[in-house]
Protein backbone atom coordinates (compact mmCIF):
# COMPACT_ATOMS: atom_id res chain seq x y z
CA UNK A 1 0.00 0.00 0.00
CA UNK A 2 0.75 3.37 0.03
CA UNK A 3 1.98 4.51 3.35
CA UNK A 4 -1.84 5.38 4.23
CA UNK A 5 -3.36 2.70 6.49
CA UNK A 6 -6.91 2.42 7.60
CA UNK A 7 -8.82 0.18 10.25
CA UNK A 8 -10.82 -1.59 10.35
CA UNK A 9 -10.87 -2.42 6.77
CA UNK A 10 -14.50 -4.04 6.96
CA UNK A 11 -16.98 -3.03 9.23
CA UNK A 12 -20.77 -4.00 10.17
CA UNK A 13 -22.83 -2.01 12.20
CA UNK A 14 -26.07 -1.30 13.72
CA UNK A 15 -28.15 2.00 13.15
CA UNK A 16 -28.01 2.59 17.35
CA UNK A 17 -23.70 1.68 17.16
CA UNK A 18 -21.15 4.19 17.70
CA UNK A 19 -18.24 3.07 16.11
CA UNK A 20 -14.83 5.19 14.83
CA UNK A 21 -12.63 4.75 11.57
CA UNK A 22 -8.51 5.37 11.66
CA UNK A 23 -6.40 6.44 9.37
CA UNK A 24 -2.70 7.09 10.03
CA UNK A 25 -0.19 7.93 7.17
CA UNK A 26 3.29 7.59 7.91
CA UNK A 27 4.64 10.12 4.66
CA UNK A 28 4.95 13.59 6.69
CA UNK A 29 2.21 15.08 4.83
CA UNK A 30 0.71 18.03 6.76
CA UNK A 31 -3.03 17.33 4.83
CA UNK A 32 -5.81 14.63 5.64
CA UNK A 33 -9.00 14.00 3.72
CA UNK A 34 -12.16 11.55 4.17
CA UNK A 35 -14.02 10.32 1.25
CA UNK A 36 -17.11 8.49 1.14
CA UNK A 37 -17.85 5.83 -1.93
CA UNK A 38 -20.80 4.73 -2.99
CA UNK A 39 -22.17 2.47 -6.02
CA UNK A 40 -22.18 5.00 -9.22
CA UNK A 41 -21.27 7.83 -7.81
CA UNK A 42 -18.53 10.27 -7.61
CA UNK A 43 -16.07 9.90 -5.13
CA UNK A 44 -17.09 12.39 -2.33
CA UNK A 45 -15.26 14.58 -0.11
CA UNK A 46 -16.48 14.54 3.70
CA UNK A 47 -14.00 16.72 5.37
CA UNK A 48 -10.29 18.15 5.11
CA UNK A 49 -7.68 18.93 7.54
CA UNK A 50 -5.01 21.06 7.06
CA UNK A 51 -1.96 21.12 10.03
CA UNK A 52 -4.55 19.43 12.11
CA UNK A 53 -7.40 22.21 11.62
CA UNK A 54 -10.74 21.54 9.87
CA UNK A 55 -10.76 23.42 6.90
CA UNK A 56 -13.91 22.19 4.96
CA UNK A 57 -16.63 20.53 5.97
CA UNK A 58 -18.42 19.28 3.10
CA UNK A 59 -22.49 19.68 4.34
CA UNK A 60 -21.79 16.20 6.29
CA UNK A 61 -24.74 15.07 8.52
CA UNK A 62 -24.02 15.34 12.24
CA UNK A 63 -23.39 11.80 12.95
CA UNK A 64 -20.15 11.57 10.96
CA UNK A 65 -17.38 13.41 13.69
CA UNK A 66 -13.93 13.83 12.85
CA UNK A 67 -10.98 14.12 14.74
CA UNK A 68 -7.40 15.25 14.12
CA UNK A 69 -5.29 15.13 17.05
CA UNK A 70 -2.29 15.25 15.05
CA UNK A 71 -0.95 15.13 11.78
CA UNK A 72 -0.38 11.28 11.08
CA UNK A 73 -4.09 10.07 12.61
CA UNK A 74 -7.63 10.65 11.29
CA UNK A 75 -10.51 9.49 13.09
CA UNK A 76 -14.52 9.30 11.79
CA UNK A 77 -16.33 8.87 14.55
CA UNK A 78 -19.82 7.38 13.47
CA UNK A 79 -23.28 7.29 15.69
CA UNK A 80 -26.69 6.49 14.32
CA UNK A 81 -26.16 6.03 10.87
CA UNK A 82 -28.30 5.01 8.38
CA UNK A 83 -28.62 2.20 5.73
CA UNK A 84 -27.72 4.38 2.95
CA UNK A 85 -24.22 5.55 4.77
CA UNK A 86 -23.14 1.88 3.77
CA UNK A 87 -20.25 3.01 1.21
CA UNK A 88 -16.34 2.26 0.92
CA UNK A 89 -14.50 5.19 3.32
CA UNK A 90 -11.42 6.30 1.95
CA UNK A 91 -8.38 8.44 3.80
CA UNK A 92 -6.14 10.54 1.68
CA UNK A 93 -3.59 12.65 2.61
CA UNK A 94 -1.27 15.23 0.72
CA UNK A 95 2.24 16.91 1.62
CA UNK A 96 0.20 20.10 1.87
CA UNK A 97 -3.69 21.13 1.02
CA UNK A 98 -2.66 23.10 -1.92
CA UNK A 99 -0.44 20.05 -3.40
CA UNK A 100 -2.38 18.76 -5.89
CA UNK A 101 -1.63 14.96 -5.53
CA UNK A 102 -2.98 12.73 -2.90
CA UNK A 103 -2.14 9.51 -1.70
CA UNK A 104 -4.86 6.81 -0.53
CA UNK A 105 -5.69 4.57 1.95
CA UNK A 106 -7.30 1.05 1.27
CA UNK A 107 -10.45 1.99 2.37
CA UNK A 108 -12.79 0.41 5.22
CA UNK A 109 -16.26 -1.31 3.48
CA UNK A 110 -18.68 0.00 5.84
CA UNK A 111 -22.21 -1.79 6.04
CA UNK A 112 -25.12 -0.52 8.20
CA UNK A 113 -27.64 -2.75 8.98
CA UNK B 1 -21.87 20.10 -10.34
CA UNK B 2 -17.87 20.88 -10.99
CA UNK B 3 -17.20 17.15 -10.97
CA UNK B 4 -16.04 15.26 -13.88
CA UNK B 5 -17.33 12.82 -16.30
CA UNK B 6 -15.47 9.71 -17.52
CA UNK B 7 -16.20 8.42 -20.61
CA UNK B 8 -16.67 5.38 -21.61
CA UNK B 9 -18.13 3.98 -18.16
CA UNK B 10 -17.11 0.71 -19.54
CA UNK B 11 -14.35 -0.57 -21.50
CA UNK B 12 -13.20 -4.31 -22.58
CA UNK B 13 -10.23 -5.05 -24.38
CA UNK B 14 -8.03 -8.33 -24.98
CA UNK B 15 -4.66 -8.01 -24.21
CA UNK B 16 -1.89 -6.56 -26.15
CA UNK B 17 -4.47 -3.89 -27.20
CA UNK B 18 -4.61 -0.19 -26.33
CA UNK B 19 -7.31 1.42 -24.23
CA UNK B 20 -7.85 5.04 -24.34
CA UNK B 21 -10.21 6.73 -21.55
CA UNK B 22 -11.69 10.26 -21.71
CA UNK B 23 -12.71 12.59 -19.27
CA UNK B 24 -14.53 16.12 -19.46
CA UNK B 25 -14.55 18.58 -16.24
CA UNK B 26 -16.20 22.06 -16.28
CA UNK B 27 -14.17 24.63 -14.46
CA UNK B 28 -10.79 25.91 -15.41
CA UNK B 29 -7.89 23.77 -13.33
CA UNK B 30 -4.76 24.22 -11.98
CA UNK B 31 -4.10 20.37 -12.87
CA UNK B 32 -5.74 17.19 -13.70
CA UNK B 33 -4.62 13.80 -12.45
CA UNK B 34 -5.47 10.42 -13.29
CA UNK B 35 -6.24 7.58 -10.74
CA UNK B 36 -6.39 3.79 -10.92
CA UNK B 37 -8.53 2.19 -8.71
CA UNK B 38 -8.37 -1.85 -7.89
CA UNK B 39 -11.65 -3.62 -6.85
CA UNK B 40 -12.81 -2.17 -3.23
CA UNK B 41 -9.38 -0.64 -2.68
CA UNK B 42 -8.00 2.76 -2.31
CA UNK B 43 -7.10 4.95 -5.59
CA UNK B 44 -3.51 4.92 -6.60
CA UNK B 45 -2.01 7.97 -8.21
CA UNK B 46 -1.18 7.63 -11.53
CA UNK B 47 -0.03 11.14 -13.52
CA UNK B 48 -0.92 14.51 -12.83
CA UNK B 49 -0.73 17.13 -16.01
CA UNK B 50 -0.28 20.77 -15.55
CA UNK B 51 -2.56 22.91 -16.90
CA UNK B 52 0.17 24.40 -18.96
CA UNK B 53 1.04 21.12 -20.20
CA UNK B 54 -0.65 19.23 -23.65
CA UNK B 55 1.31 15.68 -23.31
CA UNK B 56 2.76 13.52 -20.92
CA UNK B 57 4.04 9.92 -20.54
CA UNK B 58 4.96 7.77 -18.18
CA UNK B 59 6.00 4.29 -18.76
CA UNK B 60 3.16 2.61 -20.26
CA UNK B 61 0.58 5.62 -19.96
CA UNK B 62 -0.04 8.71 -22.06
CA UNK B 63 -1.90 11.68 -21.30
CA UNK B 64 -2.97 14.81 -23.26
CA UNK B 65 -4.68 17.86 -22.05
CA UNK B 66 -6.65 20.06 -23.98
CA UNK B 67 -7.65 22.95 -21.32
CA UNK B 68 -9.98 24.70 -24.51
CA UNK B 69 -12.33 22.02 -24.75
CA UNK B 70 -11.67 21.38 -21.36
CA UNK B 71 -11.16 17.17 -21.79
CA UNK B 72 -8.23 15.19 -21.19
CA UNK B 73 -7.58 11.60 -22.47
CA UNK B 74 -5.70 8.60 -21.10
CA UNK B 75 -4.09 6.15 -23.10
CA UNK B 76 -3.02 2.57 -21.66
CA UNK B 77 -0.88 1.00 -24.15
CA UNK B 78 0.04 -2.79 -25.15
CA UNK B 79 -2.41 -2.88 -22.05
CA UNK B 80 -2.15 -6.48 -19.97
CA UNK B 81 -4.85 -8.25 -17.10
CA UNK B 82 -3.17 -6.73 -14.42
CA UNK B 83 -4.61 -3.52 -15.93
CA UNK B 84 -8.06 -4.22 -14.98
CA UNK B 85 -9.17 -1.33 -12.51
CA UNK B 86 -11.27 1.62 -12.68
CA UNK B 87 -9.68 4.62 -14.00
CA UNK B 88 -10.93 8.38 -12.78
CA UNK B 89 -9.80 11.48 -13.54
CA UNK B 90 -9.48 14.22 -10.33
CA UNK B 91 -9.62 17.72 -11.74
CA UNK B 92 -7.61 20.68 -9.18
CA UNK B 93 -8.22 23.94 -9.40
CA UNK B 94 -5.12 25.13 -7.26
CA UNK B 95 -7.03 26.27 -4.27
CA UNK B 96 -5.97 26.84 -0.87
CA UNK B 97 -8.51 23.64 0.08
CA UNK B 98 -6.64 21.23 -2.38
CA UNK B 99 -9.97 19.95 -3.34
CA UNK B 100 -10.04 17.36 -6.10
CA UNK B 101 -13.06 17.03 -7.87
CA UNK B 102 -13.33 13.22 -9.19
CA UNK B 103 -15.42 11.89 -12.05
CA UNK B 104 -17.39 8.09 -11.74
CA UNK B 105 -14.87 6.59 -13.25
CA UNK B 106 -14.05 4.34 -16.16
CA UNK B 107 -14.16 0.19 -15.10
CA UNK B 108 -11.66 -1.00 -17.63
CA UNK B 109 -11.13 -4.69 -18.19
CA UNK B 110 -8.56 -6.40 -20.22
CA UNK B 111 -8.98 -9.84 -21.13
CA UNK B 112 -6.02 -12.23 -21.30
Known amino acids: ETGVTQTPRHLVMGMTNKKSLKCEQHLGHNAMYWYKQSAKKPLELMFV???????ENNSVPSRFSPECPNSSHLFLHLHTLQPEDSALYLCASSQDSQRGNQFFGPGTRLTVL | SQQGEEDPQALSIQEGENATMNCSYK?????LQWYRQNSGRGLVHLIL?????REKHSGRLRVTLDTSKKSSSLLITASRAADTASYFC????????????FGRGTQLTVWP
Open chain 2, 90 to 101: ASYRGSTLGRLY
Open chain 2, 49 to 53: IRSNE
Open chain 2, 27 to 31: TSINN
Open chain 1, 49 to 55: YSLEERV
